[in-house]
């Protein structure tokens, strides 16, 4: 994948969100897309092979598209200025679809490679379910805590999007208390996709993935 024409692209498309400029340039777009898809295939067949779950996770269905969605939106901007993609065992990649925990990046406008492995944001079912299962298993979400890979690399669970209080019908004394909190539950870091080569992006990304594997497993159990 070649980042530096994605980046440049994608600063374009920030200075010229309009369907003129869009259209002009799609072939452009076209290329750096199919790129986009080849390298999540080559990362699905990679995370298979430390999580078989994601196997049949269609590569298609995995990329976001480009176009936003209007419809509440006051930004009326047409395009994302990200290319992003979502790899999950559901083959969903919106938690409001039932997604599920994913392994998850995005290069942005500015320059900006994200890597992001949990669930962002869990539908309310859903985030009661995880919060369950932190009861029920805190031995095991106290491993995936512990995780020396998972803190080395991503700095642990990340602490954004919490609660105040503690949700209804959770006691203080309850364990992972602070975790209970949390409206989300993912491990993320940023880089520079600017000083990446376009050959070790795979690779960077397969190892930032394996890091995040077990919580990923452990979120797919609940």
């Keep these: 994948m070649h980042l530096r024409d994605l980046v440049q692209f994608l600063g374009e498309l920030a200075e010229n969100n309009n369907r003129a400029w869009f259209v002009m340039n799609?072939?452009?777009?076209?290329?750096l897309r199919g790129e986009l898809l080849e390298l999540v295939i080559r990362l699905i067949g990679g995370i298979s092979k430390f999580?078989?779950?994601?196997?049949a996770c269609n590569p298609k269905r995995a990329l976001f598209r480009i176009n936003r969605d209007l419809r509440f939106a006051r930004d009326r901007s047409p395009y994302k200025t990200t290319f992003s993609a979502s790899i999950t065992a559901s083959g969903l990649k919106k938690p409001s679809q039932g997604g599920g925990p994913a392994y998850y990046f995005h290069v942005d406008a500015n320059g900006k490679l994200l890597v992001a492995c949990g669930e962002y944001m869990p539908p309310a079912d859903r985030l009661r379910a995880i919060r369950h299962h932190i009861v029920d298993d805190a031995a095991g979400f106290g491993k995936v805590l512990r995780n020396k890979g998972l803190i080395d690399t991503f700095g642990g669970l990340s602490p954004e999007d919490s609660l105040v209080r503690l949700p209804k019908g959770f006691e203080p004394d309850t364990p992972h208390a602070e975790q209970l909190k949390l409206k989300s539950f993912i491990a993320w870091r940023e880089t520079s996709a600017k000083k990446i080569a376009s050959a070790e992006m795979e690779d960077l990304l397969l190892a930032d993935f394996r890091v995040g594997a077990p919580l990923v497993k452990w979120l797919r159990a609940a």
């Design 26 to 31: 799609k072939p452009r777009y076209d290329i």
């Design 51 to 55: 999580d078989p779950a994601v196997a």
